[in-house]
Nanobody
Framework: QVQLVESGGGLVQTGGSLRLSCAAS????????MGWYRQAPGKQRELVAI???????NYADSVKGRFTISRDVARNTGYLQMNSLKPEDTAVYSC???????????????WGQGTQVTVSS
């Protein structure tokens, strides 16, 4: 059984920074991709950033230059460094990962429980 546990959310003022962490645990051979999504009240969930096994990354236009996604392969942990936060970044941020088990079959998709990020003006 694989679990994703996020941490690092909270309340911050405009212009501040937060770092989110997503720790994967369980029977993990490899993490093929890990992404961060966010959903604000009344809005659809959107992809914020993603990092793939080879290290390539993609970002939503709204966060480019402000957010950085990274990972620690040995710790099966991903991070989202969020700088220059704006009130419109307020949302529940959730970690998502495609994880391959030791049976080396197809990867399975997992979600974390989400963490609240609130940016005050």
């Amino acid at each position: 059984q694989v679990q994703l546990v996020e941490s690092g959310g909270g309340l911050v003022q405009t212009g501040g920074s937060l770092r989110l962490s997503c720790a994967a645990s369980g029977s993990i051979f490899s993490i093929d991709a890990m992404g961060w999504y966010r959903q604000a009240p009344g809005k659809q969930r959107e992809l914020v950033a993603i990092i793939r096994r080879g290290g390539t990354t993609n970002y939503a236009d709204s966060v480019k230059g402000r957010f950085t996604i990274s990972r620690d392969v040995a710790r099966n942990t991903g991070y989202l460094q969020m700088n220059s936060l704006k009130p419109e970044d307020t949302a529940v941020y959730s970690c998502n990962a495609d994880i391959r088990g030791y049976d080396l079959g197809s990867s399975a998709n997992y979600w974390g429980q989400g963490t609240q990020v609130t940016v005050s003006s």
